[in-house]
């Protein structure tokens, strides 16, 4: 069993930037691939990006290339999603997720049935 726990939500203007972590209670957290996933009100979880397990490969959604950041420290069984020049719709609850796949079938998203979730955090960007 995998609990996972983000944190660093929050308000922020657009253009701004915030840092969500993730940590995982997982012995073996090296054994997981690690995403982040988005839900947005009204809308369907969204794939946002992952990292594959020793953190070689990522993987993003064409909405977020080139302003988030995924990373991770098996050290500290923690994965980080740091969100730069963020814009309103990227408000949306984001969710941790680990799975025993490949990063890259994380990011399907025709499987968005992963092993473990978080609870999620509450990102709000101000227009």
């Known amino acids: 069993q995998v609990q996972l726990v983000e944190s660093g939500g929050g308000l922020v203007q657009a253009g701004g930037s915030l840092r969500l972590t993730c940590a995982a209670s997982?012995?073996?957290?090296?054994?997981?691939?690690m995403g982040w996933f988005r839900q947005a009100p009204g809308k369907e979880r969204d794939f946002v990006t992952t990292?594959?397990?020793?953190?070689?490969?990522?993987y993003y959604a064409d909405s977020v290339k080139g302003r988030f950041t995924i990373s991770r420290d098996n050290a500290k069984n923690t994965v980080y999603l740091q969100m730069n020049n963020l814009k309103p719709e990227d408000t949306a609850v984001y969710y941790c997720?680990?799975?025993?796949?490949?990063?890259?079938?994380?990011?399907?998203?025709?499987?968005?049935?992963?092993?473990?979730w978080g609870k999620g955090t509450l990102v709000t960007v101000s227009s």
């Open positions: 997982a012995r073996t957290f090296g054994n997981y691939a």
């Open positions: 997720a680990a799975d025993h796949r490949t990063a890259q079938a994380m990011a399907d998203p025709n499987y968005n049935d992963m092993d473990y």
């Open positions: 990292i594959s397990r020793y953190g070689r490969a990522t």
